[in-house]
C-alpha cells in the first residue's frame, strides 16, 4: 500500500492527529520517576486538554492611563483527560491500576495515593528538516479529580474525565532528523553545566552529555528519531539542540521571547536578571517502558447493578447518573518558583441520579427531609464502587405539567464515613 503524506507544513492541530497518551505515578510531587513505567488511560482517549496557567498582569503607574509593562506570578497548570473506562480502577489487591484510584482513594494518613507525570506525544507532518515534528505535552504533579458519566441512553462505554491540578505544564516540540545525525548542543549561558539524556523510540538509541555553558557539545552516536531530551536540572540559559549544520531540533523556547529558540532556560522565564524555572525537557524513558495496548471489555453502565440499598434500585426507573471526587486541590505560591505547591483538602463525593417511576419526588423529598443514609452500589464488570450512607442532598423538585408523559427527576446523593468511598475489585 503506498504511503500517503501531505506535503508542506500546513497541518493544522486536530484530533485525528497520531500520537499516545500515557501517565506514570511520581515518587514525589513534581517528581519525574526514573525509568518510568508508563500505562495508557485506555485503549479509547476521548480527549485531552492541557493548560499551563500562566499568569501575566499588567503595571500600572501614576501619570499615564496604559499599561507600563506586564509581568509574571505564579502559574496554575491543569489538565483534564477523558476516556472510555476499561479497567476497574483497583487490582483485587487494592493496588491502583487505572489512573482516577489516584483521586478516589486515600493512604494511611489521610493523602491521595500519589501525583501522576503525564506525557502526550501527537505527530504532524513537515518540522524543520521535513522529516516529521512530535509536539508533546508535559504534566507534572498532577493532583487527580475523577468523574464518570452513567448514561445508557448511548452506544459508548462509561466515559472517565479526569480533572487535574498540576504543579507544571509544557510544551515541546521535536523536529526529526531527515536521516541519522550527531546532536550538537550549546547553552546562550556559561553557567549551564548539567546532563542532558537524548533517547530515540523506546529508547532503543541513548547519550548523555554533559553541557559545556556556550561551548558546544556533540553527541557520539547518530539519531535518526528523537523521542526524549531530558536536562539533570534547570538550565540559566536557553539550551540550543541542532542537528550540527543549523537546523533547530528541539524547542520550548520561542525566537520572540529568547535569544534563540531551543529549550527554554530560567533566564526567560525571569523578569529581572535571576533565572526562574528553566524547562527540562520530554522525560527520558530510561530502562521503563511504554505502554502496550489494554486489550480487554470497556466498560458499559447498561446492565450494571446501580442500588440502594442493596438489592433495590437506587429508583424503579435509572434514566442516567454521574459520580464524581473531588479532593479539592489548593495550590500556594513558593519564593523559588512559579510551579505552585499542590496539597489535598477534604474529599467531596457525589453520586448524581436523573430516575423517574411512582413516587419518586415523595421518596425523595421525604428521604432528604428525614436524613435517610442508605448505601449505594455501583457494581461494574470488574468491581464494586460503594458509596456509604449516601443521603440525598438535593432532592427531587416536583414539577407537573399538562403535556408530561414522564416525569424525569434528578437527586445528588453524598455519602459519609471513613471511608465514605470504597472501591472493591472482584476481577
Known sequence: MPSITQSGNDTPENGQLPGRYEWAREPTPGEVPTDPDYQLFSDVVRSFEMDPGASVARQDALGTPDAVDHFRGMEEPSATVGYDLQRFPVDTDGNPVDASAYGILRDAHNQPPGTLLIVGRRELPGGNDNAGVREYSVIRGGGVDPSAELDPSGEQPILMELSLTARKARSYLIHQPSAATTLELVSSEDTDSMDVTIESEDAEKTETVTLNGT????????????????LSDNPDGDIHITDGNGTTLVESASPAASDTDGIAGG???SDDDQPVDGDRGVPALGSGSHADPIGTSFEHFEGDRFERPTGSSVRPRVNSGSWSVENNWGTTSLQATRAPAVDSGNRSVSVDADVGGPYVSHKSMMESLQRVQQTLE???SGGII???????????????????????????FEPSGDPMIELEATA
Not at 215 to 230: G, H, L, N, R, Y
Not at 386 to 412: C, H, L, M, W, Y
Open 215 to 230: 561551548t558546544a557539545v556533540t553527541t557520539t552516536a547518530e539519531f535518526a528519531d528523537i523521542d526524549a531530551v531530558w
Open 267 to 269: 533566564l526567560t522565564y
Open 378 to 380: 455501583h457494581e461494574l
Open 386 to 412: 460503594r458509596f456509604k450512607n449516601t443521603v440525598p442532598t438535593s432532592s427531587a423538585t416536583r414539577t407537573i405539567e399538562n403535556d408530561q408523559g414522564a416525569a424525569s427527576i434528578s437527586e445528588t
